[in-house]
């Protein structure tokens, strides 16, 4: 289902797509990853390098934030 959105003619709907999966992969992690079985392996693999990349980025600036209060 995900995987024909991914690769729409109008990029910035794959774009979309990938940016709402990252997000909801980053929210509900490893029970997510059945949902994603329609991906193919290299899209499967972009999503959980974004969300890897987003979730180091949230870590850190909450570590910042904690650390200034």
Request: overall charge positive; proline content about 3%.
């Amino acid at each position: 289902m995900y995987s024909c959105l991914l690769i729409h003619c109008a990029g910035i709907v794959g774009q979309t797509v990938v940016f709402c999966l990252v997000e909801i992969y980053i929210v509900l992690g490893k029970p997510f990853a059945p949902y994603l079985g329609s991906l193919s392996s290299t899209q499967l693999r972009l999503v959980t390098i974004y969300a890897n990349c987003i979730s180091q980025v949230y870590f850190h600036l909450s570590a910042t934030v904690l650390c200034q209060v």
